[in-house]
């Protein structure tokens, strides 16, 4: 039963709204000035404060700060727009009118209750998690990872520009929105960008903005994902994708602090953090002309590299145990474990999708079990072989084990040069055990071109 300390010196009117909130389930305790409402507020475990604004002694807003974090919702028989501001300044929940309507009064303590009791769970799961997870919610046990971990530490306080290296699928987001919630900008939003998912004629607009008519379609000013990071994080995902015209822009932004809508004659300043990620080396880039020498020494003030699941060692059965609860309770099933079967199909299997395809063969295992127990991983790509063996031939339905000696990306560049001109590409990934964006990222990488 939710508790709410109903301050107001007018026994009537007490009396009347505690009878009020009584028969819709909450326990009400009374006072009539601040000094008789202080000790209740350190005794009791309170869900709102309902203070009158004129009150003997002194307010009814000096309780607010006095509160313990406990809304404050405010009445008043002096109804006007500026004791309502007045209020509203001073930290009060919100704010309303004697005399009041009781269906609006009753509206009005349900809503800031239920806002109270979902604050109170964010946090608890927030402590549970920096419990368990200290760093962002990332689970890993493994010697790369905890170096991760205390890079992050020691790094997130800093406005320095930071590049995460790592192949997809690693959780490099994960980190960036760690960065962020441990800095001195935890407060502002965090904008994350994929520079591969935009189209390139249009990221120019995207990240920068644009004024109206700056072109064909331009209806209405906007403001680019820069902009909306203001006093923020800003998080660039494969910004080794960013054309070269964008890479000049973005550079401007991050040595003067100012950024220029397409179409627009003056600049605007911007107080960004920037964290870039990709899986590209961008050493090569640079030496390839495709990313600017003077943008790449700029992001590369420090580095933090993710491995890749397959070195990790056990961290695979931990993030697999989390990741299976997690799934039962996201898709309403029974709490499950993995067969010993299955837990050495996670230890010889070697992801080369990393979390992001571990994630999904877990999610896939939840929805097709018949049981309590996780007995076997439908898994595209074949474990590791045993044997040393020419490769074998295989139907389409399974994809062929790669022969001892060879990389996966022999394999990969063998295997899709092979089927794709008889498999779709969602075929394609399909067999791949991957994603069709993973698909798309490792021909980028390793120079496949597209079936025609």
Known sequence: ???????????????????????????????????????LCEQRMLDLIIADLRL???????????????????????????????????????????????????????RLIQQQQLA??????????????????????????????????????????????????????????????????????????????????????????????????????????????????????EIGELPLEAQARLLRVLQEGEIRRVGATQSRHVDIRLVAATHRDLRQRVADALFREDLYFRLHVVEIELPPLRQRGDDVVELAHY??????????????AFAPCALRQLRDYHWPGNVRELQNVIERAVILADSSEVAA??????????????????????????????????????FVREHQQQLTETELARRLGISRKTLWERRQRLGIPRRR
């Open 323 to 336: 990741l299976l609860e997690k799934s039962c309770a996201r898709l309403n099933r029974p709490p499950m």
């Open 377 to 414: 991983l439908q898994l595209a790509l074949p474990l590791a072989p045993e044997s040393a063996s020419t490769a074998p031939t295989a139907p389409l339905a399974a994809a062929p084990t790669p022969p001892v000696g060879s990389s996966l990306d022999d394999y990969f560049v063998r």
């Open 56 to 110: 003997p002694g002194e307010p009814g807003t000096a309780i607010i700060p006095r509160s313990g974090g406990v809304p404050v919702l405010i009445m008043t028989s002096y109804a006007s727009v500026r004791s309502a501001v007045d209020a509203m300044k001073l930290g009060a929940a919100d704010y309303i009118a004697k005399p009041f309507d009781h269906d609006e009064m009753v509206l009005t303590v349900a």
């Open 120 to 237: 109170r769970q964010n946090q608890q799961l927030r402590s549970e998690l920096s419990r368990d997870y200290p760093v962002g919610g990332m689970i890993g046990s493994c010697q790369a990872m905890q170096q991760v971990f205390e890079r992050i530490h020691k790094v997130a306080p800093s406005d320095a520009s930071v590049l995460i290296l790592g192949e997809s699928g690693t959780g490099k987001e994960l980190v960036a929105r760690a960065l962020h919630e441990q800095s001195r900008r935890s407060h502002a939003s965090v904008v994350a960008v994929n520079c591969a998912a935009i189209p390139e004629g249009l990221i120019e607009s995207e990240l920068f903005g644009h004024e109206r008519g700056a072109f064909t379609g331009a209806n209405r000013l906007q403001r680019g994902l820069v902009e909306a990071a203001d006093g923020g994080t800003l998080f660039l995902d």
């Open 1 to 39: 039963m939710s508790e709410i300390l109903l301050i107001e010196d007018e026994g009537v009117i007490r009396g009347a709204l505690q009878r009020l909130l009584q028969r819709h389930g909450y326990q009400v305790h009374e006072a009539g000035s601040i000094a008789e409402a202080l000790p």
